[in-house]
């Protein structure tokens, strides 16, 4: 199945810092979405972006739809420590999604 | 809370052997949603249904996997003569309807070890 790209791999930050990830593919999407994985759990949807160039927030979060529809980046702002698990993008097809490979965060108190 | 619940949670099982992963989808939700996530990577689309019908089964990696939803609720992954590749966490989403506009949420998965 078709994966897209994330980067970075793994983010080491300190408490308070912003960080950034992106996600980036071959393919065009008509939505993008950014969730969270926690260790044993289930991936939780954080952000959905619908239309090409949006730019939402969700809290400390922000999320862009690239205008190629081919990328899209989060931002998180003031990191704390429960920030803390993998992140993973996600592209819809027809009736599926294709899931990044996902950027792990560390966030040191 | 009444979220998307998978059992077993763990399953251990020898090569060759015949396993079923079931799936309890938030009630009232008429999509549910199959995937394959190995260590490291992230989830694989596997299998689709709406209602009852398998809408979309083109992420099954080959004819060893099979799933049902015989009265639209609960769903049930089977896969036969296992090998240690397939070891990974399978994990069930449902959504209230299908598309765009409808988030998927996910259970916690069920992690299957093939020996």
């Known amino acids: 199945g078709q994966q897209l790209n994330q980067s970075p791999q793994s983010m080491f930050i300190q408490e308070g810092e912003d960080v950034s990830m992106n996600c980036t593919s071959s393919?065009?999407?008509?939505?993008w979405l950014w969730y969270k994985q926690d260790p044993g759990e289930g991936p939780v949807l954080l952000i959905a972006l619908y239309k090409a160039g949006e730019l939402t927030s969700n809290g400390r979060l922000t999320a862009q739809f690239g205008i190629t529809r081919k990328d899209s980046f989060l931002n998180i702002s003031a990191s704390i420590p429960s920030d803390v698990g993998i992140y993973f993008c996600?592209?819809?097809?027809?009736?599926?999604?294709?899931f990044g490979t996902g950027t792990s965060l560390t966030v040191i108190p | 809370g009444a979220g998307v619940s998978q059992t077993p949670s763990n399953k251990v099982t020898e090569k060759g052997k015949y396993v079923e992963l079931r799936c309890d989808p938030i009630s009232g939700h008429t999509a549910l949603y199959w995937y394959r996530q190995s260590l490291g990577q992230g989830p694989e689309f596997l299998i689709y249904?709406?209602?009852?019908?398998?809408?979309?089964d083109s992420g099954l990696p080959n004819d060893r996997f099979f799933a049902v939803r015989p009265e639209g609720s609960v769903s049930t992954l089977k896969i036969q003569r296992t090998e240690r590749g397939d070891s990974a966490v399978y994990l069930c989403?449902?959504?209230?309807?299908?598309?765009?506009?409808?988030?998927?949420?996910f259970g916690p998965g069920t992690r299957l070890t093939v020996l």
């Open positions: 989403a449902s959504s209230e309807l299908a598309g765009v506009y409808n988030e998927q949420f």
């Open positions: 249904f709406q209602g009852t019908g398998a809408a979309d």
């Open positions: 996600a592209g819809q097809g027809r009736n599926q999604f294709y």
């Open positions: 393919s065009i999407f008509n939505t």
